[in-house]
Every structure is written in structure tokens, then in C-alpha cells.
């Protein structure tokens, strides 16, 4: 599914205007803005769910909201656009604090659906009157409201599916493995992993995602993985895998970094439902160049057959390389830039970048970091 994001004067953020579709990848300098795109999107779902200052919160709260190089009283905007809809907050961040509530307004083409004015103690929405929430935002007490709304799903579905994934807590998962429990979804830092993979193999309907997993698991390690299994131990649960050519079973614990990886990046992708969004930070940490291109042949091969939309952060030159036929799908971000965020083909000629491996030209020919 493709979406829209405007985001301007958010930390790191001068001004991005971003239409993301299928697998992207985000490249640049160190502190340009990556991760801080990606977590800002998990800001817009934080806040929709839980009102804008939890979202606030969890994000560092006012220190360093505002871009530092932006003039005072620049307007902060976080925009989402789908399905014909787009959701836009406009929060006042002060040192201290911010404006309750904030400006918020839902759009439909030419048409307001419902607009919250700053301060305000009501907003309407058709013929219904509502009371601001400090703990919701007004899309949540509508749709709260009138769920089920399909008028609202197309944008609403993705956006609380999203998830930012960028710090899996591996030591948790090794020693601990993953509490019972009855989850659907790969959490951001994965703790739920192994519960999540038995969830999906037992259920009719998920299936399909266990066996997209352990397909591309063998296809990736074909010389150490042939199948897995589960063993629970009190409220958790682990799994083993089988090699090849020997009966027995490996123990967790005894498994390859590399290997966990990429079982939580399947999983990551396969968590978000048909028409839904992820994003992933440097997932090439860890891996061989093979295991990179599996992968990014599972991600492309994903996202065609479930219409989802993947972003990737990189400094990784073999990630690059992986996208020598596909360069519109690079985005460069140059905090020096008056359009922070550019498709690799603005910057550099589709049929000039074809005679060269896109790694050999990162940091020299774009995504430059000062006299390098």
C-alpha cells in the first residue's frame, strides 16, 4: 500500500515529504535523521493510541524537539496519508511542555472530517460531539466510537500495526526464551519471538507466515538449518533446530547471531497485516552477503504478495548493492539538502548508476560526510 508522510521541524527533521511504496531504503550520514524518520512514525501510533504526550514521552519527552537550525515558532507537523485519508497533528512543544490538545484535523480529499483547534475542550465529527482526551487522540475516540469503521480502517490498520524495530534483545531471548502467551505480533525488541512462531505453526489462518520463515530460514542457512521445534519450560517457551545431517537438536543458546537475526526480521515482516507498514534499522548487522540477499529477496518477495510497505536504514555497501535494479528505491537523507529526504534518481541518473555496484558509490558520489 503506498502512504504519504510529512513530518517538519521534529528533532533531526528539517522538512521530509516521503511516498514510500513496497521495499525503500534509507541511507546517509551519521545523525542526518534515519532512525529519527522511522521512531516518528512510531510517534503518530503512540499518539493516536495513547494521546500525544505518552507518545511524547517515550520518544524523550521536549528536550531537543524542534530542529535546532529551524527559525522559533516553526510549525512541528507529523502527517500520515492513505486510502484517501490523512491524519495531521500539530503539536506546540515548549521546553517545559505543550499545548493541550493538540491541533489535530483529519482530512478526506478538499473535505475536513473533523478538526481540533489548540486548547480546545470539544470537536465534532458529522453530527457527534466529543470531548478532548488528554490520554486519546480525537481520531481514537471516534473511531472507538464507531468501530467498525471502514471508512477510517484503511488508514487506521496500518498505522497501530506499525512497528520500529532496531534493538532485538537477544540475551533475553537466549537465556529467558519468550513467555507463553497468546501474540500474533513480533514486539519491536522481539522478546515474544518463539511464542509468536508456535502461535503462527498451530493456527490455520497464520500458517502461511511459520512456513514463509522456515522456508527462507533454509533456503538462507542450507548447510545448518533444516527444521525447528519447541520446548516449553515453565511460563516459556525456546525452540531447537535441527541440522541436516544430525539428529539431534541445537539448543538455542548454541545458535548463530546471524541466525536469530534473520528470524526476527522474517518475523518483523511477516507480523504486519496485508497493506501494512514496517521499519527496520540496519537489518545487514550480523550477516554474510548471502544471508543479506536472501533476505532481501524474502522482504521484496513479502511485500509484492501482501501490498506492504518496508523501510530499511543502511550503511551497509552490500545493501546497497542489493538495489542496482531497483536505485528509485534508495532514498538519500543530507541534512544540508533543502529537500532532506530524495530518491536516489533525482540525484544521480538512472542509467548512469546502472553501470556501477550502488555500494561503491555510497558516501563518495551521495550520502556524503564532510571532506570524506
Known sequence: MSFHFQINNY?????????????CLIVGANGCGKTTLLSAIELLRNAFERGFGFALDLVGGTPWFSHINMPPNTPTTFAIE???????LNPT???NGFVYPIAEKMTQGNQTLF???PGASQFHYGNDNFATNQRQSALKRIYDFISPSLELDG??????????HYD?????????????????????????AFSVLRNWQSSKPLRERYEFVIGVLKEAFPNFFDDLDFESGGMNIVIRIYHPNHPDPLPVHLMSHGFLTILLHLMAVCSIPDGGIVGIDEPENGLHPYAIHILMEAFRQ????????????????????????EAHQV??????????????????????????????????????????
Open 155 to 164: 488508514l487506521i490498520q496500518p498505522l497501530t500495526h506499525y512497528q520500529h
Open 82 to 88: 492513505t486510502a484517501g485519508l490523512r491524519w495531521e
Open 115 to 117: 478538526e481540533v483547534e
Open 11 to 23: 528533532r533531526a527533521l528539517q522538512t521530509i515529504d516521503f511516498s514510500p511504496d513496497g521495499v
Open 93 to 95: 512543544v515548549y521546553s
Open 331 to 372: 532514498y538519500v537523507m543530507d541534512q544540508n539538502e533543502s529537500k532532506q529526504l530524495t530518491p536516489l534518481t533525482e540525484l544521480r541518473d538512472s542509467e548512469w548508476l546502472r553501470y556501477f555496484a550502488l555500494g561503491d558509490l555510497y558516501g563518495k558520489e551521495f550520502a556524503r560526510m564532510g571532506d570524506y
Open 168 to 192: 532485538y534483545n537477544y540475551h533475553f531471548l537466549v537465556r529467558m526464551g519468550s513467555p507463553i502467551a497468546s501474540d500474533t505480533e513480533l514486539k519491536f525488541r522481539g522478546q515474544n
Open 302 to 325: 513479502r511485500a509484492t504478495e501482501h501490498n506492504l510497505t518496508v523501510l530499511l536504514t543502511t550503511h551497509s555497501p552490500f545493501m546497497l548493492n542489493e538495489f542496482r535494479e
